[in-house]
């Protein structure tokens, strides 16, 4: 098992940058790609981003690209993202996801292993 601890979200102006951060602990010396996925009000689930196990490679949303950055220190058991010149379409809730495989699953609905999420809130 692998558990997910997400913070950093919170309430941001348009344009403004916040990270996220994500603590896993339980099973890390497993092989695990990790992601970012997040809910808008009202909508489904949606991929954001996704960093290999050694970090090597990543993927992330068209929405994300340009904007977002995801990283991960093995050491700490940690990944963050990155998310600069945010917009109101941002807000969302954004979860820590996990899932034991060496490649970069890009579907949200792959992930075995969830955090709780943190509100990301963007004003305009």
């Known amino acids: 098992q692998v558990q997910l601890v997400e913070s950093g979200g919170g309430l941001v102006q348009a344009g403004g940058s916040l990270t996220l951060s994500c603590a896993a602990s339980?099973?890390?010396?497993?092989?695990?790609?990790m992601a970012w996925v997040r809910q808008a009000p009202g909508k489904e689930r949606a991929f954001v981003a996704v960093?290999?196990?050694?970090?090597?490679?990543?993927a992330y949303a068209d929405s994300a690209k340009g904007r977002f950055t995801i990283s991960r220190d093995n050491a700490k058991n940690t990944i963050n993202l990155q998310m600069n010149s945010l917009k109101p379409e941002d807000t969302a809730v954004y979860y820590c996801?996990?899932?034991?495989?060496?490649?970069?699953?890009?579907?949200?609905?792959?992930?075995?292993?969830w955090g709780q999420g943190t509100q990301v809130t963007v004003s305009s």
């Open positions: 996801a996990a899932l034991r495989a060496t490649s970069l699953p890009t579907r949200w609905y792959q992930y075995e292993y």
């Open positions: 339980g099973r890390t010396d497993i092989s695990l790609a």
């Open positions: 960093i290999n196990w050694n970090g090597a490679s990543t």
